[in-house]
């Protein structure tokens, strides 16, 4: 198969945006560039090295946001149509990305994009409608300081087309909070702030209606490979059976059971209440129906309503396990309708729920010791398991109002500000705080969350091998190994931009060969799995290459105090903890299989050169030099 065909499923256009000059553009994706980074969080990640001088302020106009649909989007492949959204991130300073499930990756396909870059700033709210070929700026004044859910009403009428698919910012991005996110339809894209880069653009949203076509290179194999994918996912446990019934949510009575469910901001890893907050008391209380997204047959999502009082009205899709462990067990909460009705109102002003949830129950603990007062916190008595604070202490972070005005910073910059001792309390790592799966008690999940890009995310490696004991968890041998695999898995899929909850199909330690294969029915491409590893490789280069140009180094890539310091208190996990002694041990086997400077974490100019990465390792090679003559 030649390797200059044109390849399928992409539309190969994109939108280039510019804010600043009131301009709407259509340009060319390169072929061999597809090849080269596939799509999403690779593309991303490429040209925002190429596109951003490094340095620069993330909510500054030098700053661009990047949507991107991936190959498989508006196809039948399963899991494949979701949305990615990239940038600068204002809470880590290094490259983020995030995706989203729904329908609106494959109303961007079908547009005939793949994808938009927000580039600029406007003097005045806008927003950018697209309509097949045609895009246009208008006037989003209207709903400048608008919640996400009234803002996608109005954009419905203002376009008149119920069958857009929006995507739009909340007061909380207006405010430049730093975990902002963006809301598309009911699902969110978050955690790093991306919907403070757009508020501090002037861009309110993303209206998308697209009627076109999108040809694929192997009809026949594609939904004959489809299908088998569908059938191994109904066979499945994870994907046919726990996961359709219950969601996300049914990790926490395992995680709880295992020891490893973090509560009280990480004072402890197993939580009391943990029943009030399971799948099964969840499906018993609020759920009203499952829900699926577009060409998926897991139907994992879960509509909820809240029918009992305080919290009786409250709709979500959801709550997912994140934002349960988040708003719920962190701040030592056992209600499952106090935490739908806070994700809501999360959802609402656009706002991350795992960032401000720990953010929250960062706060309670520098209360309950003494860090803070009332006199700090606008009188409000910040202890754990106060259901009452939750609503209110929302609304202050999303609005930047008094004591929020702090922690509408991040757990990492609101430390800084109280001093005192409570960075100790500050559960991140590179700004962001941690999700609910635990480092101490999983050592190899430990080494990718000190070494990945994003810093607490569970998405840069996975919980998933040592937690279903696919690895064994009570020891760091092999683990940097597996970690790199698992890391390859993750930034393959991200940029492909198929869902990480079917990691089971995918995965769950390594590509699979389902993975590329179909990648190749719909594309044409001929990629085996030794080039998609490959393929991983270059990519996590990419953005680690980017986190160098903007400081990163060696001594970037840790955890906090307590998981390095203090043992699981009690549990079936007591005891565990992953000593600063052992996390840089597996750190230096961890770089040496990267192929980066041992002493700086840099990735070397010769594994660069290997990876195909010239302009890189050039760049590399300055630093390196540099960071050698100090």
């Known amino acids: 198969?030649?390797?200059?065909?044109?390849?399928?499923?992409?539309?190969?256009?994109i939108l280039r945006v510019n804010l600043t000059e009131g301009t709407v553009k259509a340009e060319e994706l390169?072929?061999?560039?597809?090849?080269?980074?596939?799509?999403?969080?690779?593309?991303?990640?490429?040209?925002?090295?190429?596109?951003?001088?490094?340095?620069?302020?993330p909510l500054s106009p030098d700053n661009k946001v990047l949507f991107l649909a991936g190959p498989l989007a508006g196809t039948i492949a399963p899991t494949g149509s979701r949305i990615g959204v990239y940038t600068k991130s204002p809470l880590t300073n290094g490259f983020f990305h995030s995706s989203a499930g729904g329908y609106f990756a494959p109303e961007l396909k079908y547009a005939g994009y793949d994808g938009v870059i927000i580039?600029?700033?406007?003097?005045?709210?806008?927003?950018?409608?697209?309509d097949n070929e045609r895009a246009e700026l208008r006037d989003a004044s209207r709903v400048w300081g608008e919640?996400?859910?009234?803002t996608q009403q109005w954009l419905k009428g203002d376009i008149g087309d119920e069958a857009a698919q929006l995507a739009v910012i909340g007061p909380a991005g207006e405010r430049l909070v730093r975990f902002a996110n963006i809301t598309a339809g009911c699902r969110s894209l978050g955690r790093g702030g991306i919907g403070a880069v757009l508020g501090s653009k002037k861009f309110k949203a993303l209206a998308v209606r697209g009627k076109g076509k999108l040809a694929v290179h192997d009809m026949e194999g594609t939904l004959k490979l489809s299908h088998e994918i569908m059938q191994i996912m109904q066979g499945n446990p994870s994907t046919g059976q726990v996961l359709p019934w219950?969601?996300?949510?049914?990790?926490?009575?395992?995680?709880?059971?295992?020891?490893?469910?973090?509560?009280?901001?990480?004072?402890?890893?197993?939580?009391?209440?943990?029943?009030?907050?399971?799948?099964?008391?969840?499906?018993?209380?609020?759920?009203?129906?499952?829900?699926?997204?577009?060409?998926?047959?897991?139907?994992?999502?879960?509509?909820?309503?809240?029918?009992?009082?305080?919290?009786?009205?409250?709709?979500?899709?959801?709550p997912e396990y994140e934002n349960i462990f988040a708003l719920g067990s962190m701040c030592g909460i056992s209600s499952i309708e106090a935490v739908a009705a806070a994700e809501r109102e999360c959802d609402d002003l656009g706002m991350d729920a795992i960032e401000t949830g720990v953010?929250?129950?960062?706060?309670?603990?520098?209360?309950?010791?003494?860090?803070?007062?009332?006199?700090?916190?606008?009188?409000?008595?910040l202890r754990f398991g106060k259901t009452e604070?939750?609503?209110?202490?929302?609304?202050?972070?999303?609005?930047?109002?008094g004591f929020g005005n702090l922690l509408a910073e991040g757990v990492k910059r609101a430390a800084e500000k109280i001093g005192k001792g409570s960075e100790a309390f500050a559960m991140q790592n590179k700004g962001m705080t941690f999700a609910g799966h635990s480092a101490r008690g999983l050592p190899g999940f430990a080494l990718g969350y000190a070494t990945g890009p994003r810093g607490g995310s569970h998405h840069d490696s996975r919980p998933t091998g040592e937690r279903c004991g696919i690895v064994q968890r009570d020891t760091i041998e092999g683990k940097p190994a597996y970690t790199v695999k698992v890391n390859h898995l993750m930034i393959f899929t991200d940029s492909m931009i198929i869902c990480h909850l079917a990691e089971a199909i995918w995965g769950p330690v390594e590509i699979k060969p389902v993975v590329v294969d179909i990648l190749n029915r719909v594309t044409g491409m001929d990629v085996t799995t030794g080039e998609a590893e490959l393929t991983a490789e270059r990519i996590w280069n990419v953005i680690r290459a980017f986190a160098v140009r903007e400081g990163l180094r060696r001594k970037d890539d840790t955890l906090p105090k307590r998981f390095l310091t203090e043992p699981i208190p009690d549990g079936p996990s007591k005891g565990m903890v992953i000593t600063e002694e052992t996390l840089e041990k597996m750190k230096d086997e961890y770089y040496e299989i990267r192929g980066w400077d041992r002493a700086t974490g840099i990735p070397t100019p010769q594994r660069l050169l290997a990876l195909d990465l010239p302009d890189i390792a050039e760049d590399m090679k300055q630093i390196l030099s540099q960071e050698q003559g100090r």
């Open 359 to 381: 953010s929250i129950a960062f706060a309670m603990e520098n209360f309950e010791k003494g860090n803070l007062s009332a006199r700090d916190t606008d009188g409000l008595e």
């Open 389 to 401: 604070l939750m609503l209110p202490l929302i609304g202050k972070i999303a609005r930047r109002e």
């Open 1 to 13: 198969m030649s390797r200059a065909m044109l390849y399928k499923g992409y539309t190969r256009k």
């Open 147 to 150: 919640r996400t859910d009234a």
């Open 246 to 318: 219950f969601g996300t949510p049914v990790l926490v009575n395992a995680n709880n059971s295992l020891g490893v469910f973090g509560a009280r901001n990480w004072q402890q890893e197993t939580f009391e209440g943990a029943e009030g907050l399971s799948a099964e008391t969840m499906r018993q209380k609020i759920v009203v129906r499952d829900k699926a997204c577009f060409a998926c047959p897991i139907k994992c999502s879960k509509y909820s309503v809240v029918t009992n009082a305080p919290f009786e009205g409250y709709t979500v899709e959801g």
């Open 30 to 57: 390169p072929n061999g560039q597809l090849r080269k980074y596939i799509g999403g969080a690779g593309l991303a990640a490429r040209m925002l090295y190429d596109e951003l001088a490094p340095g620069i302020d």
């Open 119 to 130: 580039e600029g700033a406007s003097k005045s709210p806008v927003y950018l409608y697209v």
